[in-house]
């Protein structure tokens, strides 16, 4: 009879265990199509847009869900160490640390954790450089990375890392041209 309860106590401790390991480690992705400008050039994005930035992405972000129960719809707020200010449509310099709302949000859930992103646009990683095409955002008093991964151009990495479709790849070339950076 000991040996039962002993060995049931010791599944249960087993399953718990599991479930707690999975639940930290499991990581489900998805995907809210959306609609968005696609920008011809560095130009046409710089045009539709209140600041042009470069920035390095630190690790702080907090997830905005809205709606009942969130499941997948929200923003998330990162703070980002501006670098250099490009372009400036506004009445204000921007502090050395700005905050901007990307078009993603990060979910607990019961199991693991939830990050859906909207269209083809990929979360900022932490200590990368980025030049962000922003618009003000009158709903959340912040600025909005414009136009979904069309606002965002990633210094670090490789065009093919980001690169969805033949436009966003030659956006890519025309920024980092534009504004002289490789």
Same mark, same amino acid.
């Given at each position: 009879? #000991?040996?039962? &309860? &002993?060995?049931?106590?010791?599944?249960?401790?087993?399953?718990?265990?599991?479930?707690?390991?999975?639940?930290?480690?499991?990581?489900?992705?998805?995907?809210? %199509?959306?609609?968005?400008? $696609?920008?011809?050039?560095?130009?046409?994005?710089?045009?539709?847009?209140? $600041?042009?930035?470069?920035?390095?992405?630190? %690790?702080?972000?907090?997830?905005?869900?809205?709606?009942?129960?969130?499941?997948?719809?929200?923003?998330? &707020?990162?703070?980002?160490?501006? &670098? #250099?200010?490009?372009?400036?449509?506004?009445?204000?310099?921007?502090?050395?640390?700005?905050?901007?709302?990307?078009?993603?949000?990060?979910?607990?859930?019961?199991?693991?954790?939830?990050?859906?992103?909207?269209? +083809?646009?990929?979360?900022?990683?932490?200590?990368?450089?980025?030049?962000?095409?922003?618009?003000?955002?009158? +709903?959340?008093? +912040?600025?909005?990375?414009?136009?979904?991964?069309?606002?965002?151009?990633?210094?670090?990495?490789?065009?093919? %890392?980001?690169?969805?479709?033949?436009?966003?790849?030659?956006?890519?070339?025309?920024?980092?041209?534009?504004?002289?950076?490789?």
């Amino acid at each position: 009879m #000991n040996k039962k &309860l &002993l060995f049931g106590c010791l599944t249960i401790v087993l399953l718990i265990s599991g479930f707690l390991i999975a639940d930290r480690s499991m990581v489900n992705e998805g995907r809210i %199509e959306a609609e968005n400008v $696609l920008f011809e050039n560095a130009e046409e994005a710089a045009a539709a847009s209140d $600041l042009v930035l470069e920035v390095r992405a630190t %690790e702080r972000s907090t997830s905005i869900e809205e709606g009942e129960n969130g499941f997948g719809i929200g923003h998330t &707020l990162t703070d980002v160490e501006v &670098l #250099n200010v490009l372009e400036n449509k506004t009445n204000e310099d921007p502090d050395s640390m700005l905050t901007v709302a990307e078009p993603f949000v990060e979910s607990e859930r019961i199991i693991g954790k939830e990050v859906t992103t909207y269209g +083809n646009y990929t979360p900022l990683k932490h200590d990368d450089t980025y030049i962000l095409f922003l618009d003000w955002g009158e +709903n959340i008093q +912040n600025y909005w990375i414009n136009s979904l991964e069309q606002g965002q151009i990633p210094l670090d990495k490789q065009e093919s %890392e980001y690169a969805t479709t033949e436009q966003y790849e030659s956006l890519i070339t025309s920024v980092k041209e534009a504004y002289s950076v490789d």
